[in-house]
């Protein structure tokens, strides 16, 4: 049983949490002020705390700031139904473990307090229960280093990863380019029953029709003009391993009848070859197309969607979780600032505002480019605009948007989301599925999003 500190000068907000916290069976300690708070936590150190920011006698962020002052490893939540990107970004300089606008679910609590008492035992060197270690960590970086971001988008991706890692049942990841199909497929592998295999990974959309059966199922000697020797398959490479077809949506049809039957039967020819064979291999495959509607068009065979899309795992766009931007940047700030420009420890706040505001068409890969190019042009210790990518800078058509710091941070993205729907219409010439297709939405998602946001 864990001590979590419950701060709120809100009384049915307080109570509220404190009860979901009584029935995951934990200890709840209340308190109405940022400084009662703080007093409270000197009296009985907690294990995570959860602190509202407007209040009167010391803020979330005071608390934040006291309490970190006295124990660095608790975890400490801001909730609030009036942020900002400054004070996110803040929050988050700070060290808060997570920033969450209010109403909060009963089920997000619940993930909260699972993630914040992991990062707790990791930080302070204990171990807990086996059914407590198995709990995802907030920051992604024990169990899932390759997948980054402590928002509820990503945390959904996690579980997803986890539940399927612990099956042997083909897997079908979905999601934009850059959004990072391929580390998800590596941490399902990593944590399979079968992390001791090889890895293997084909790249269909880069292959001829010819090539590419030549590398799923290798070929013999002699089997074609160049084949001098015998080579073995990807397919055969991957025995007792994980395959990764990686854009498998691009596969051509004669193709994919011979990729049905490898999967089904779960053996195959060589190019050239007589004789079958048997290979125990898990598949994965991904894509950045709809496959669902490729099918409908007859693009793709139906039989062999349906024997992909067994487990799907659906990967959101990073402008869908513009809350983990300040977390990729400080990871790949780790990453590539040691070979690139180690002075750099962080991104300034007003780099910061217009890399949250912008709408990263390229996903996570092109953010990692962008923070790769700001540190080579870095003077100081942080990141500053004059650093930045052109198009992270204004003053051209892609100017990075404005933002209505006024306003709370949910009315900031509804209000970022209305920019860019109004600049892809107007370089659409208001053809609204040539909009769709800019934005790399459905355009029925965007005939949706014209009313909402009453755009005519």
């Not at 029709?209 to 590398?215: G, Y």
Request: with cysteine.
């Amino acid at each position: 049983m864990a001590v979590i500190l419950i701060i709120d000068d809100n009384e049915t907000i307080r109570e509220g949490l404190a009860h979901l916290v009584k029935k995951l069976g934990h200890e709840a300690v209340i308190a109405t002020s940022g400084a009662a708070g703080i007093a409270a936590f000197k009296a009985k150190r907690a294990d995570f705390v959860i602190t509202d920011l407007k209040m009167e006698g010391g803020t979330g962020v005071d608390v934040l700031r006291g309490i970190t002052a006295i124990d660095g490893d608790v975890p400490i939540m801001i909730i609030t139904g009036f942020g900002t990107v400054e004070t996110a970004v803040e929050a988050m300089k700070l060290g808060a473990f997570d920033f969450v606008t209010k109403p909060i679910q009963p089920e997000v609590v619940r993930l909260k307090v699972e993630r914040a008492l992991e990062l707790c035992a990791v930080r302070r060197g204990r171990r807990k229960s086996d059914a407590i270690t198995e709990v995802l960590h907030s920051d992604a970086e024990a169990r899932f280093p390759e997948l980054v971001g402590s928002g509820e988008k990503m945390a959904i991706v996690r579980r997803t990863v986890e539940k399927v890692a612990a099956s042997d049942t083909t897997v079908f990841i979905n999601g934009e380019s850059g959004t990072g199909k391929e580390l998800v497929a590596r941490a399902i592998h990593r944590l399979s029953k079968r992390a001791n295999g090889p890895f293997i990974k084909v790249n269909c959309g880069a292959l001829t029709e010819t090539l590419l059966e030549s590398e799923l199922f290798g070929h013999e000697k002699g089997a074609f003009t160049g084949a001098i020797k015998q080579k073995l398959g990807r397919f055969e490479l991957a025995d007792k391993g994980t395959l990764f077809l990686d854009e498998v949506g691009d596969i051509p049809p004669a193709m994919q009848v011979k990729l049905l039957r490898a999967l089904q039967e779960q053996e195959f020819e060589r190019v050239g070859g007589e004789h079958p064979i048997k290979v125990n291999v898990r598949v994965l495959s991904a894509t950045n197309k709809d496959l669902e509607a490729e099918t409908a068009s007859g693009r793709f065979r139906q039989d062999l969607y349906f024997r992909l899309h067994v487990l799907p795992v659906k990967l959101p766009p990073l402008r869908e979780r513009r809350e983990d931007i300040p977390h990729l940047c400080s990871h790949f700030i780790a990453k590539l600032g040691p070979k690139t420009n180690p002075r750099v420890r962080a991104v300034g706040d007003a780099a910061l505002g217009r890399i949250m505001a912008y709408h990263w068409p390229g996903n996570v890969r092109e953010l990692e480019n962008a923070i790769e190019q700001s540190l080579v042009f870095a003077e100081s210790d942080e990141i500053t605009p004059n650093a930045l990518p052109q198009f992270l800078q204004g003053g051209a058509e892609d100017d990075a948007l404005s933002v209505p710091r006024e306003l709370s941070l949910p009315e900031i993205l509804d209000d970022l989301e209305r920019q860019l729907i109004l600049k892809a219409y107007t370089k659409a010439g208001r053809v609204k599925t040539e909009t769709a297709r800019l934005l790399g939405i459905k355009t029925s998602a965007l005939y949706y999003k014209l009313e909402k946001y009453a755009i005519e």
